[in-house]
């Protein structure tokens, strides 16, 4: 192998979700602060070719990049952590990878070779990595879905076991996360579990070099010292994770754990840079210690699994901290408000701001079109995405259009007024064959708008993921009627934002502005739901003051 790159495989053990993902954006801010460059690949052993069509209940948000690839959730981590755009090849699946040794088959690739796991499947995932550090980064940290020990992620294991032997000593790091339980039983951290599973991942041929240890309690020394003895690892490479108000506080923590340190020093690099953690911290104080608060409901029908809107409530944390403001979210379950109204009215009434999700799908919609039309009416600053500003067209149109019926076809085909509809050019319906708007695109923003106003330039760039557009054919009369198009495509022919004028703040998108918010550069709109959601707050607090004095 000819280049410079350095590779950190990221695995986990006894139970899944223990942050591996977290983990590995932490360690990639870390390297980026001390001036390396780096790249980040998450296998997913699932047989999806991607997640695009898996249900938020099963696998959380779908991630969408700027070139349109839809991802799995941690890819959002990865952008925000380490500040950075990534893109289809950063995300691998199962799915991908035999799809693509099927067709090679297929095509005669193999010239009639027997097509097996070892090395066909193999060979294919170590090429993943090899495309993935194509530009030759300082460093590439690929994490392994999934938990040792299961059956899918195995093929991944053994090109990982493969490609540490070729890529050579001194050139790769194997990093373990994995739980310590705590028994309140016995008052007692467990670190059996933890042996097993580094015992799974050995049998495998893979010795980690690094174990980082998730745990709700500080890890004692003579606990590690039994980890390090057992497992094969010298005692400072057991790493405490412990657990943590804000995921943003993992790479303080972690630099505090000299993770970083422990890296270079099994890679042969030495670290001579201190790095500067300041505005990184100034987040975390922001988040952890917030001198004001608003409430800011998201209506929604996946409100079951906060991981289905994860870039929504983190872009909503990026805000706050800018704002030292915590953010109270209240849950709304859109089924619950679809048919009762004066039901939507009363868990809308505490709230300071509003937010309707992407989505897709009739279930829930009418409970959405309720609290726009509540935030509307009420001058509740609103901040609707990719569906929610299609729900807000429909919402405006039924009730200040004088379009009663109108809808979407995706919801109604027969309605006689399809304000959201598959474009239409000349009244012809575009042939999409199936296929939806994916990934970055720009937008043009009138002037003296809202939305220029909050970007502070009149030319755009977002991404989207969506199948459904404003219809052309509504929109003089959409616009007669008071709804400002201050977004559109560059040829003018798709409507990209809507506000209104009269209103604290009342705005939409038809893109995701969530997939571009950063901790330390909060994304613009909704920095701006925040701040109007907390001046309405605070206006709303100085008039109740002054009725108590009047009283």
Not at 282 to 302: E, Q, R
Not at 385 to 393: N, W
Not at 471 to 491: A, I, Q, V
């Amino acid at each position: 192998m000819e280049n410079k790159t350095k590779y950190i495989f990221v695995t986990g053990g006894v139970v899944s979700s223990l942050g591996k993902g977290i983990v590995g954006a932490s360690l990639g801010k870390l390297l980026r602060a001390r001036g390396y460059s780096v790249t980040i690949l998450k296998f997913d052993p699932y047989i999806n070719v991607d997640p695009g069509t898996m249900s938020p209940f099963q696998h959380g948000e779908v991630f969408v990049t700027d070139d349109g690839a839809e991802t799995d959730l941690d890819l959002g981590h990865y952008e925000r952590f380490i500040d950075a755009n990534f893109g289809r090849i950063n995300n691998v699946t199962a799915g991908s990878v035999y799809l693509n040794v099927i067709n090679k088959e297929r095509r005669g690739d193999y010239l009639g070779g027997t097509v097996q796991i070892i090395p066909h499947i193999t060979d294919e995932i170590k090429n993943r990595l090899k495309e993935a550090a194509k530009h030759n980064p300082d460093f590439l940290i690929a994490e392994i879905g999934g938990t040792v020990g299961d059956i899918e992620s195995l093929p991944f294991l053994e090109a990982i076991r493969q490609f540490k032997v070729e890529a050579g000593f001194g050139n790769t790091v194997s990093i373990h996360v994995t739980l310590i339980p705590y028994l309140n039983c016995s008052g007692e951290l467990k670190t059996k579990p933890s042996q097993h599973s580094v015992n799974t991942l050995r049998s495998i041929g893979i010795q980690p070099d690094i174990l980082v240890c998730r745990s709700s309690k500080s890890i004692p020394q003579s606990e590690r010292a039994k980890l390090a003895l057992f497992t094969n690892v010298p005692p400072e490479a057991v790493i405490e994770c412990k657990d943590l108000k804000t995921i943003y506080e993992v790479p303080v923590a972690l630099e505090a754990q000299n993770l970083p340190k422990e890296v270079l020093k099994r890679l042969n690099i030495q670290d001579k840079t201190v790095p500067n953690l300041d505005s990184w911290k100034t987040i975390v104080n922001g988040i952890k210690n917030p001198d004001k608060s608003v409430k800011i409901a998201l209506a929604g029908k996946y409100t079951k699994l906060s991981d289905a809107y994860i870039s929504v409530v983190e872009s909503l944390k990026h805000a706050g901290a800018a704002l030292g403001t915590s953010i109270e979210l209240k849950w709304i379950d859109s089924e619950d408000v679809c048919v009762d109204f004066k039901k939507a009215k009363d868990v809308m009434a505490d709230v300071d701001g509003l937010v309707i999700p992407g989505g897709f799908g009739i279930r829930g919609v009418e409970g959405k079109i309720n609290v726009i039309n509540i935030a509307r009416t009420s001058n509740t600053p609103f901040l609707g995405l990719c569906l929610g500003m299609q729900c807000a067209v429909i919402e405006y149109a039924r009730n200040m259009a004088g379009l009663s019926d109108a809808n979407s076809t995706e919801f109604n085909p027969e309605t006689p007024h399809p304000v959201i509809d598959l474009m239409r050019e000349q009244e012809e319906v575009v042939d999409y064959g199936g296929t939806m708007r994916l990934g970055a695109y720009d937008c043009h923003l009138q002037s003296g708008t809202l939305a220029e106003k909050m970007y502070g330039t009149d030319i755009i760039s977002e991404r989207h993921r969506h199948r459904y557009e404003v219809n052309n054919f509504f929109r003089e009369k959409l616009s007669e009627s008071g709804l400002t198009f201050s977004g559109m495509s560059p040829d003018r022919k798709l409507v990209e934002m809507i506000e209104l004028k009269n209103h604290r703040y009342f705005i939409a998108s038809q893109f995701h502005p969530e997939f571009k918010s950063r901790p330390e550069r909060p994304h613009p709109l909704f920095y701006g739901l925040v701040k109007a959601a907390l001046e309405r707050k605070e206006n709303a607090n100085r008039s109740e003051k002054l009725q108590q004095t009047f009283n």
